[in-house]
């Protein structure tokens, strides 16, 4: 049943606080695609249309019109913000929590409002679904993609259990590419140079084939050397000074459109990625308020070296190398996709059909811990219809049909060698309809879902006794549904509530250590949530506020945890209930100016634990307590439910109570063209990155700045950019597998892109 929790009267005046801030100054995040327009005229400026269309519905609408928590950016604003990939867009997002996953090179540890998944192994899915061109992709890994002429990119928070495909718990990310254009023949290439020799091109060309068709390529290259230094000691001494983290991506993307008739048209698309980027090493924390916590030798938390007391020795198994012995850091991992749209469009109706078949291959040696080297063998198919229909002047209707197949195959060694073979086969129906009674709307929506996963795991050298040839058989019929009503107040300002429920697949755990937890499997993932909202527009359409309170219930939650040994496992961590507000704005002041931001507020709590549960995430067993509870008494008669109230006193990970972001563009026009120059401030609280809270896993972002600075001509042919990310050097890390041993975020990095366009 949903509990639903009110606001602390101390949350209250604090949430208040913001949101006045925010409507006053135009401050919390840019949902629009205002940065980087085209400058308004002095006559234009009196009525500005600032409308978005997306797709989050899966039907065009004006984003100010969708009852949903959404942000968008277009390809402009992509372009100015100087978002590359699936990590730069966390600052424009609230409550997002987004970083490359631990110990990986092309894998995306994303959390909307404190749900997300770190685990890239076994039969996992993420809980944040990611879609390229309406396809979603099955793993973790191979999810940090590259953001490549892109038209539009749509963040979708909250349960998505109707109308995307499959496990979004958390939220979703669309990532649509640019169409081909017809009548178009364009060229336009990029070259790129910053510190740490950052080397980027990129090219893309759109054909017109006569007067329907159109062709259209892209193509990218980066390379940049690492970040860290190896220091290691000992017998590996002769390594110290070795760079890691190089990065090395080549993207290609060609796609064909062709409007056969004048109902019927189609897009094919087909994509490929190779990157041979280092994985992020793991290094020693470089400072912390806690005692006993062992902290870097240097106190530089990019040098990669032992701990105190530690020398490197060759005789230690490979397998066994601590954080700085180990220097075998490396990754390849290859995607390849295509997909085939067919659209009939009419009307009042249209009907489309996606069709997608996608490969990844992944090679991985890394420290998680210990050494991990992991091989990657995956492919998916799927294929979905789509139906949109206007009935009459009063109702929208949104069904259709999934399917998806995925055959992965992990094989890894941490500690000891194990594989993992898991096939699934999904097929759901779906519908959402919406009526319109004037200013009144309302929408209901049902999914039904039926799903057969089978995961066979293997686990060698002491574990094979007990830990081979183990099946579990994952069958699941599940209905999600969601009702909403929204009521515009005026033309510029409309309220919203829903109600939506989603669930996360079962799965299993891809840890043997032991008899008693070989493999475990893990039972579903349900949500039930409430969100309502505010959608706002003022000044002549110039500025925009929207703010959205959630409130989330789970059961089973699925969740990693670390033991006390370094080792992962994974279980349904009881019930857990997360609320928040979440406030985004824009505002144009004046001709040329945009500001623009983001704010949030998180609270999230475990409710029920038992003492299993419990026990995992304190670090606890029946014998000893776990660091964080320092104040059971292992032996006593109420041990057990000592550590049941530490662990329902555990904050939850990678969900910082406070989060924002305040930017601006601005562009100058001068007869030979267009100066624009802005600035992004994002600050971000302290959080956990361990489930256990331990104090040396705490995270600290605090300050960040970017910025840049350029010129266009007049004529749009050239454009030069100079740029800079993380301006104050802050040393900071998102990620950890242990109490001290993280993987730092990126410092300081600038360059100058030069661009060039004919048509």
């Known amino acids: 049943m949903l509990k639903v929790r009110l606001l602390t009267s101390t949350a209250k005046p604090?949430?208040?606080?913001?949101?006045?801030?925010?409507?006053?100054?135009?401050?919390?995040?840019?949902?629009?695609?205002?940065?980087?327009?085209?400058?308004?005229?002095?006559?234009?400026?009196?009525?500005?249309?600032?409308?978005?269309?997306?797709?989050?519905?899966?039907?065009?609408?004006?984003?100010?019109?969708?009852?949903?928590?959404?942000?968008?950016?277009?390809?402009?604003?992509?372009q100015d913000l100087q978002i590359a990939d699936a990590n730069d867009l966390q600052n424009q997002i609230p409550s997002a929590v987004i970083s490359t996953g631990t110990g990986t090179a092309n894998s995306a540890r994303i959390f909307f409002r404190g749900i997300g998944e770190d685990e890239s192994r076994g039969g996992i899915d993420p809980a944040v679904g990611i879609y390229i061109d309406n396809v979603y992709l099955g793993r973790t890994v191979g999810s940090l993609v590259d953001l490549l002429d892109i038209d539009q990119v749509e963040v979708l928070r909250g349960p998505q259990g109707t109308l995307y495909g499959r496990n979004t718990t958390g939220g979703a990310i669309k990532v649509s590419s640019v169409r081909p254009q017809l009548d178009e023949n364009t060229f336009e290439a990029e070259l790129g140079y910053g510190n740490y020799d950052r080397f980027q091109g990129r090219v893309i060309g759109n054909v017109a084939i006569g007067d329907s068709t159109a062709l259209r390529f892209a193509a990218l290259r980066r390379e940049r050397d690492g970040y860290f230094t190896l220091n290691p000691n000992g017998d590996f001494a002769n390594l110290a000074g070795t760079t890691v983290g190089d990065e090395e991506v080549t993207s290609l993307r060609a796609s064909l459109y062709s409007e056969l008739t004048e109902n019927f048209s189609f897009l094919a698309i087909v994509d490929y990625t190779d990157d041979n980027s280092d994985p992020v090493p793991s290094s020693i924390l470089d400072e912390t308020d806690f005692a006993g916590i062992v902290t870097d030798r240097d106190g530089d938390i990019f040098t990669v070296e032992p701990a105190p007391g530690v020398t490197c020795s060759q005789f230690t198994p490979a397998g066994f190398q601590p954080v700085g012995c180990f220097t075998d850091f490396r990754s390849d991992v290859e995607a390849f996709g295509v997909s085939f749209q067919a659209m009939l469009e009419y009307d009042n109706f249209s009907i489309t059909s996606i069709t997608a078949y996608r490969t990844l291959e992944d090679e991985l040696s890394t420290h998680i811990s210990f050494p991990f080297f992991q091989q990657t063998d995956q492919d998916q198919f799927s294929q979905e219809l789509l139906i949109n229909a206007e009935i009459g002047d009063i109702f929208n209707l949104t069904t259709g049909a999934y399917y998806y197949t995925e055959d992965a195959f992990i094989a890894f060694d941490f500690i000891f060698p194990f594989d993992i073979d898991v096939q699934t086969e999904s097929f759901a129906l779906f519908g959402q309809g919406t009526v319109e009674l004037g200013a009144l709307n309302l929408t209901g929506g049902l999914r039904w879902t039926t799903?057969?996963?089978?995961?066979?795991?293997?686990?060698?050298?002491?574990?094979?006794?007990?830990?081979?040839?183990?099946?579990?058989?994952?069958?699941?019929?599940?209905?999600?549904?969601?009702a909403k009503v929204d009521y515009s107040l005026t033309d510029d300002l409309l309220l919203y509530a829903s109600y939506s429920t989603g669930f996360k697949t079962p799965g299993g755990s891809p840890d043997c250590f032991s008899p008693l937890a070989c493999f475990a499997p893990v039972d579903e993932e349900s949500l039930d949530s409430i969100e309502g909202g505010v959608r706002a527009q003022f000044f002549d359409g110039r500025g925009t506020f929207n703010a959205t309170y959630f409130y989330n219930d789970y059961s089973g939650l699925q969740i990693g945890g670390t033991l006390p040994n370094g080792a992962f496992t994974r279980i349904n961590a009881g019930e857990a209930e997360i609320q928040g507000v979440e406030i985004e704005a824009s505002i144009r002041p004046v001709s040329g100016l945009t500001i623009y931001g983001n704010a949030s507020w998180i609270d999230g709590e475990y409710t029920e634990v038992n003492f299993n549960q419990a026990g995992l995430?304190?670090?606890?067993?029946?014998?000893?307590?776990?660091?964080?509870?320092?104040?059971?008494?292992?032996?006593?008669?109420?041990?057990?439910?000592?550590?049941?109230?530490?662990?329902?006193?555990?904050?939850?990970?990678?969900?910082?109570?406070?989060?924002?972001?305040?930017g601006f563009n601005y562009d100058i026009f001068t007869g030979p063209g267009d100066v624009f120059f802005g600035a992004d401030f994002a600050w971000e609280d302290e959080s956990f990155a361990l489930v256990s809270n331990t104090p040396g896993s705490l995270v600290d972002p605090g300050l960040r700045i970017d910025a840049r600075i350029g010129f266009e001509t007049?004529?749009?042919?050239?454009?030069?950019?100079?740029?800079?990310?993380?301006?104050?050097?802050?040393?900071?890390?998102?990620?950890?597998?242990?109490?001290?041993?993280?993987?730092?975020?990126?410092?300081?990095t600038f360059g100058v892109d030069v661009g060039f366009r004919f048509n």
């Open 14 to 78: 604090m949430m208040l606080a913001i949101a006045g801030t925010a409507l006053m100054a135009g401050v919390p995040a840019l949902a629009q695609d205002t940065v980087g327009q085209p400058e308004q005229t002095e006559e234009d400026d009196e009525l500005v249309d600032n409308a978005i269309i997306v797709t989050a519905q899966r039907r065009e609408q004006d984003l100010q019109d969708v009852p949903a928590a959404v942000t968008a950016l277009g390809g402009d604003a992509l």
């Open 451 to 482: 799903e057969d996963r089978t995961v066979l795991s293997n686990a060698g050298g002491p574990l094979a006794g007990f830990g081979t040839g183990i099946e579990n058989d994952f069958d699941t019929d599940n209905i999600t549904w969601t």
């Open 617 to 662: 995430l304190t670090n606890s067993t029946a014998t000893a307590a776990g660091p964080t509870c320092g104040g059971a008494t292992p032996g006593s008669a109420n041990y057990e439910q000592q550590i049941v109230d530490c662990a329902l006193d555990l904050s939850l990970k990678n969900a910082p109570e406070w989060k924002g972001l305040i």
């Open 714 to 748: 007049a004529n749009e042919r050239w454009r030069f950019t100079l740029w800079g990310k993380n301006l104050t050097d802050r040393d900071y890390w998102r990620a950890t597998t242990s109490v001290n041993q993280v993987y730092a975020a990126p410092p300081l």
